[in-house]
């Protein structure tokens, strides 16, 4: 089994930063893509930024050049560094991790979720 949990929300005022991890542990041969999405009240979930094995990230137009995402493979880590915080970023972080465990069958790569970390912005 794999268990991934997130910290590091918390609340802020805006303009202020905030750091947030995500650990994977257990059966896990290597990470592949490392993600990070966030779900504010009535909206639905949407992808803020990725990572993959290699180090290649994109984010949402929303937060690019404020957000940074950054990983440790030797931790199987994700960080989310969020710089200038708006209302607007006021959700809750969702962690996802593709991860690679052998199987009866041979490797295969499954997604893992984290319960989330709330992140709340006051204007």
């Known amino acids: 089994q794999v268990q991934v949990v997130e910290s590091g929300g918390g609340l802020v005022q805006a303009g202020g930063s905030l750091r947030l991890s995500c650990a994977a542990s257990?059966?896990?041969?290597?990470?592949?893509?490392m993600d990070w999405y966030r779900q504010a009240p009535g909206k639905q979930r949407e992808l803020v930024a990725a990572?993959?094995?290699?180090?290649?990230?994109n984010y949402a137009d929303s937060v690019k050049g404020r957000f940074t995402i950054s990983r440790d493979n030797a931790k199987n880590t994700v960080y989310l560094q969020m710089n200038s915080l708006k209302p607007e970023d006021t959700a809750v972080y969702y962690c996802?991790?593709?991860?690679?465990?052998?199987?009866?069958?041979?490797?295969?790569?499954?997604?893992?979720w984290g319960q989330g970390t709330q992140v709340t912005v006051s204007s």
């Open positions: 996802n991790c593709m991860v690679v465990t052998t199987t009866l069958y041979g490797k295969a790569e499954f997604s893992y």
């Open positions: 257990g059966s896990i041969e290597s990470i592949n893509g």
């Open positions: 990572i993959t094995s290699k180090g290649s990230s």
